[in-house]
């Protein structure tokens, strides 16, 4: 017998897992959402030329990571490994540039697909939850960014967060910067000292790469290398220092990581990157401004910032700090149980009726025996057990258990959903008290 599982680096979430996921997901949501951003979807395969001309021919991402295949149209077909290029396309063929009211905000949330060394934190099949803000170049629109990413992370329940910042200069500094680099890294080509045969690539095609190698990136040559702050213009170090000390003014703590260079092509001026103190699987998110992007997909000038989650390292990094203590995988509020076969009918429609009240229940379709219906109350974590049997039916009433306190009464129908409305009522006063 053939015996399938899942691809390397691919994973099955269900049970408390997918909850968990849910919940972090509709926080995310409901917080973004009083930021004005609304949710979009779009393919999740793209064009190849979509990602070697957005994520960029020199990033890791698309030398080495992307699933990539012809159809049988033989097009190049690539599963997208981020979010922002296809967000972007989908701005300019709909043509979200003649929106008056710039930026335009636009979140979405969907796998991703990178072909990567899988570990701890580290998937082929991860899912991003991502933002983008188009419209506007303005050390306010950067700070809001981060401020809404502080506040979901912070309702989440993350303390001890650290959020690094660094700037890439616009592109007149980017270029002069770069030609520095090549200076300097040119005799590290060869020879005895040389840099590995990536970085040798990343020479060509885009020196700032190699600062993020990950093979070198104890290399001497790479730890000592030019700051990109010593090839910043005026215009660009104003604007990092305004976003700076807009941060400071709304409290924002930061660090500003000259090494931080992000591993996609298009990013310039304000890069940003969320950890963790103590966590060891790199950040929770990360984001930055690209003001080229939109036209070089063939929208206007148009500049733009945007941040993602991911969202599985969200989970773990919750998980290992208790966050999700009092999420169950089973919250049922009521388990009907109907004793015999003859109390089915009568249990059916009770649970519906209860559903239609905005209760959480189910009914044990299996007419167990009262022993093992309640040990199912305990796995489905009911709160409330409604016993029917044939003696309920003849005098038209129900026995409704508080599976907590163990103590039970006999309701008539009339008085059924106050009953379990008050034991529930107390129960979360209870909880909160
Ligand atoms: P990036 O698009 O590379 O800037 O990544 C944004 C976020 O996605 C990271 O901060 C991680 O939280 C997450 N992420 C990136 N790569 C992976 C991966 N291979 N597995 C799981 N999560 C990832």
Do not use: W
Request: proline content about 3%; charged content about 25%; overall charge negative.
């Amino acid at each position: 017998m053939a015996n399938y599982t899942v691809a390397r680096g691919t994973r099955d979430i269900l049970g408390l897992e997918k909850k968990k996921e849910s919940v972090v997901c509709e926080i995310i949501q409901a917080i973004a959402s009083t930021y004005g951003y609304n949710m979009i979807e779009t393919p999740i395969f793209e064009s190849t030329d979509l990602f070697c001309r957005s994520v960029g021919e020199s990033s890791d991402i698309v030398n080495k990571e992307m699933y990539t295949f012809l159809d049988k149209g033989e097009r190049s077909i690539t599963l997208r490994p981020e979010g922002t290029a296809g967000a972007i396309r989908l701005f300019v063929n709909n043509k979200l540039y003649n929106n008056p009211d710039l930026p335009v905000k636009m979140m979405y949330l969907g796998p991703v697909f990178r072909y990567e060394r899988p570990q701890s934190g580290r998937y082929r099949q991860f899912k991003q939850f991502g933002f983008e803000c188009v419209g506007l170049k303005n050390p306010y629109v950067d700070v809001e960014l981060i401020l809404m990413v502080k506040n979901i992370l912070e309702s989440l329940g993350f303390e001890n967060l650290i959020i690094k910042l660094n700037t890439l200069g616009d592109s007149a500094s980017r270029t002069n910067y770069v030609n520095a680099l090549k200076d300097y890294f040119k005799p590290y080509l060869e020879g005895e000292n040389a840099l590995c045969p990536d970085c040798k690539r990343r020479y060509e095609q885009n020196p700032l790469r190699i600062l993020d190698c990950k093979y070198d990136a104890e290399h001497e040559a790479i730890k000592n290398a030019p700051k990109i702050n010593d090839y910043l213009n005026q215009e660009s170090k104003d604007y990092f220092l305004e976003v700076l000390s807009l941060l400071k003014k709304m409290n924002v703590s930061y660090e500003v990581d000259t090494s931080l260079v992000r591993g996609l092509d298009y990013y310039n001026d304000v890069v940003f990157e969320i950890y963790q103190e103590g966590k060891n699987f790199g950040a929770l998110g990360a984001g930055g401004r690209y003001d080229g992007l939109v036209k070089d997909i063939g929208g206007p000038l148009l500049p733009a910032t945007g941040f993602a989650f991911g969202i599985e390292r969200l989970v773990l990094a919750m998980e290992q700090d208790n966050l999700f203590d009092d999420l169950h995988e089973f919250d049922l509020d009521v388990l009907v149980m109907p004793l015999s076969t003859k109390c089915n009918e009568t249990a059916l429609k009770t649970t519906e009726f209860l559903r239609k009240n905005g209760f959480i229940c189910e009914m044990d379709f299996m007419n167990k025996s009262l022993k093992s219906q309640f040990k199912t109350v305990e796995r489905k974590n009911a709160p409330i057990a409604l016993i029917i049997g044939e003696d309920e039916i003849a005098n038209n009433t129900f026995i409704v258990k508080d599976t907590k306190k163990m103590e039970q009464v006999t309701v008539k129908e009339e008085e059924l959903l106050d009953t379990i409305g008050d034991i529930l009522g107390g129960m979360m006063y209870e909880n909160n008290d």
